[in-house]
């Protein structure tokens, strides 16, 4: 009975909502933002050779997938919680391995950051489908992707700016804001999920869900989707600031570029105000189609860098529409019963992306210059646009609920 006296506010925590996830985010954005530009150049001066980068980021791509494939596994031993927990610590070890291993040890620090990234994913979708109502997603998204928005913005350029004062500087920050991710997610108090009870027993296997999976046409849909828009981002993020060194544009071209590109995540409540006017299925047809053409032509001018890296731009701002409504999709086809299994099937699509990118530019570096990636990541996002002519018109919109006879 003495309970009865203690504030309701300390002894129950508030149910978890947009806005929480959203500031969780904002935090993981800065921690990956500010290291988006300084991994390629660091990896590029560690190397020398843009292909033996795209072999290194391939060989890091399948141990990145195999890791998110058994994360359901391991979830069956250590809690989710804990699993989020591990995950946040790896982006603590990658920057304190970058710092003082030095360029050395840059292949390790990505790794660690790498599966610190999948970790984290699959744990995160784990909660949204917990604790976000089916009809919210759509403004959780936006929401995740406003409250990024100053880490993907600012981060790119500072990254830059910080390595050329001081080496270390980007990594230490990167670190902290690790460190600052993990204390607001222990304070929302989400512990292990909500527990829903299941048919069937768990599955025996780490990689027995996948047959669940590939029983889904829709999941296989929206998981191609997210396969083909990361491929975007990779070619961009990657291959980008490569370019611009080998045309003399500078080492901060790229930094710069992607902090302008990433300042078009403010405006993402608008693009959600045009996902919603139009249909989800217009939206994702019209961000592959644009930026499928603007990869093509910026290829194409690769005589004229400065235009090709503008091309580049444009097209970036599309892949940000697809960031808003391309995981729509997946996300409204899961069922409850299989979230962290189909969470962790959908952060694959991170992964194969980073296997599928540097592993196809790798076969065009063989035979045409770096503007090939381009044309090549164009004609992918054209595959995509044709497979979305196959979602629903109507997907996404509230159901028609008829009254009870």
Same mark, same amino acid.
């Given at each position: ?184 997610? %222990? ?35 929206? %998981? ?60 994702? +047809? ?19 860098? %400065? ?31 299989? +979230? ?44 995509? %646009? ?20």
């Amino acid at each position: 009975m003495a309970t009865r006296y203690i504030p309701i506010w300390t002894r129950f925590a508030p149910a978890p909502g947009v806005r929480g996830f959203a500031t969780l985010q904002g935090f993981e954005a800065i921690t990956r933002g500010i290291l988006i530009s300084v991994f390629p150049l660091e990896m590029y001066r560690a190397l020398e050779d843009a292909q033996t980068v795209s072999q290194v980021y391939f060989m890091i791509g399948i141990t990145s997938l195999l890791g998110g494939l058994m994360v359901p596994w391991l979830n069956r031993f250590l809690p989710r919680r804990w699993m989020y927990t591990t995950g946040a610590l790896l982006y603590v070890m990658g920057s304190t391995v970058a710092v003082l291993g030095g360029t050395d040890m840059i292949m390790f620090a990505l790794l660690c950051n790498t599966l610190a990234t999948v970790i984290t994913f699959v744990c995160f979708n784990a909660y949204v489908l917990d604790y976000i109502a089916r009809v919210d997603l759509g403004r959780a998204e936006s929401m995740r992707m406003f409250y990024s928005a100053l880490g993907w913005t600012v981060g790119p350029v500072l990254g830059v700016t910080l390595m050329a004062l001081w080496r270390p500087a980007p990594f230490v920050v990167a670190g902290i804001s690790a460190l600052c991710m993990l204390s607001v997610f %222990w304070s929302m108090r989400l512990g292990n999920g909500k527990l829903i009870s299941r048919a069937r027993a768990p599955a025996p296997n780490p990689l027995a869900f996948l047959t669940r999976f590939f029983a889904q046409p829709r999941l296989i849909a929206g %998981w191609l989707f997210a396969v083909i828009r990361s491929c975007g981002w990779w070619v961009y993020v990657v291959y980008l600031p490569i370019f611009a060194v080998q045309s003399g544009l500078g080492d901060a071209t790229g930094g710069i570029v992607l902090s302008i590109t990433n300042g078009t995540l403010f405006l993402t409540p608008l693009m959600l105000r045009f996902v919603q006017a139009s249909s989800i299925r217009t939206a994702v +047809r019209f961000g592959f189609f644009a930026s499928g053409v603007l990869f093509i032509m910026a290829g194409i001018g690769q005589w004229l860098p %400065w235009g090709a890296v503008a091309l580049l731009m444009l097209a970036s701002f599309c892949l940000i529409l697809l960031d808003v409504c391309g995981g729509l999709p997946f996300l409204m086809a899961v069922k409850p019963s299989e +979230r962290t299994e189909m969470s962790a099937v959908y952060s694959s699509f991170r992964d194969v992306s980073g296997i599928l990118t540097p592993g196809v530019a790798w076969l065009v570096l063989l035979v045409a210059p770096l503007p090939g990636v381009f044309m090549a990541c164009g004609a992918g996002l054209w595959l995509a %646009w044709a497979l979305a002519g196959r979602l629903h018109p109507r997907l996404g919109h509230a159901r028609i609920r008829l009254p009870a006879a």
